[in-house]
Structures are given as C-alpha cells and as structure tokens.
C-alpha cells in the first residue's frame, strides 16, 4: 500500500493513514483545550461537569483510534522519504512518533483510571458510558491523576517538538518531509 518514488510527486502515506493523523491530531488538541478549559470552571458547576464529560468522550475516542490506527500502519507500512534523512534526524523521528504513540495511549489510560478508580461514570458523549472494569480506590484515582497531569505536560512538550520538526523539514530543508501526510 505504499506509494513508489517518482519525479512527479513525493511519496505520500495512503488515504486511510492521513485520514488517522489528522483525525487524531485534532481529537488530541481539543481533547487539550478541554481538559485545561475544564479546570478553569467552578468546581461542581454543570458546565465543568460538560466540559469534563467532553474531556473523556475526546479521550475515549482517541484510545479507540489509535489501536485501529497502529493496526493498520503495521500493515500498510510508511512510505520511503523523497530525500533519505540523516541518521540522528531518523533516530529523532521515531523516537518522536513513538512517544506521541505511547501518550496517544497512556493519557487515556490514566483518565479512565482517574475516573473510574474515583467511581465516576465514563461517557462517551451522552451516549453510553464505558464499563468500569477498574476497583473504586482512591489511592488509585490519585495516582492516575498525578500520572494524567504528567502526560498532558509530556504530550505538550511532544507536540511542539513535532510542530517544530514539521516547520523545519518544510522552511529549513525543503525536504518533502511534510508532504507525506499532507492531505
């Protein structure tokens, strides 16, 4: 499923993978403003309780995605660069895309935990609400919330080192880099 080098255009990853990235990236960014915007709202008010249920509905769904979404990259792979990447630049993309994987999971993880663990329902838009399948323990809840607050930092710090590797594989090197995902 990957696309073959030629002169005519860079290789690009499939629809279906773009479709994932940029899906996600903006579940994560509202997920983001969610959450922090929650924590800026009166305790108790119904509109922090909203703001909070939309929180873990965006994280939910994140969680969901991202399994279908590493399935299908094991399967289709990545297509080759236009311009081969030096070695460190090589090693600090998969490092990248690996911790942005492994927050993409472990930041719903621990909402749920934190939520659960706090005997919280977990919605997922007013729709239905997940099972809790973890014990009501507040030990728990607080090391999942302590854990939550980590990774959303983590995560923002991921994030704007992926932003500014995509800014300087498009300004600096002109390298085709950003053309791969680009729908």
């Known amino acids: 499923m990957t696309m073959a080098i030629s002169s005519a255009s860079p290789p690009t990853y499939d629809r279906v993978q773009r479709m994932f990235h ?13 959450g922090v915007g929650a924590t800026f709202l009166e305790k108790g008010s119904p509109e922090r309780a909203q703001m909070f249920m939309i929180h873990r509905s965006l994280g939910m769904t994140a969680l969901t995605l991202v399994a279908f979404r590493v399935i299908y990259r094991l399967i289709a792979g990545a297509p080759p660069y236009a311009v081969p990447l030096g070695r460190l630049t090589n090693l600090a993309a998969h490092a990248g895309h690996l911790a942005l994987y492994i927050l993409m999971i472990a930041l719903p993880v621990t909402g749920y935990l934190l939520t659960a663990a706090a005997g919280r329902p977990v919605p997922w838009f007013g729709l239905f ?13 607080a090391s999942a919330s302590l854990a939550h ?9 991921v994030l704007a080192l992926h932003l500014a590797a995509v800014c300087w594989h498009r300004f600096v090197k002109r390298d085709g880099v950003l053309a791969r995902m680009w729908p």
């Open 129 to 141: 609400e997940w099972p809790n399948i973890a014990p009501q323990d507040k030990a728990l809840a």
């Open 149 to 157: 607050y980590w990774l959303a930092w983590a995560i923002g710090a």
């Open 22 to 34: 940029w899906v996600m990236a903006a579940i994560i960014f509202l997920a983001i403003a969610a």
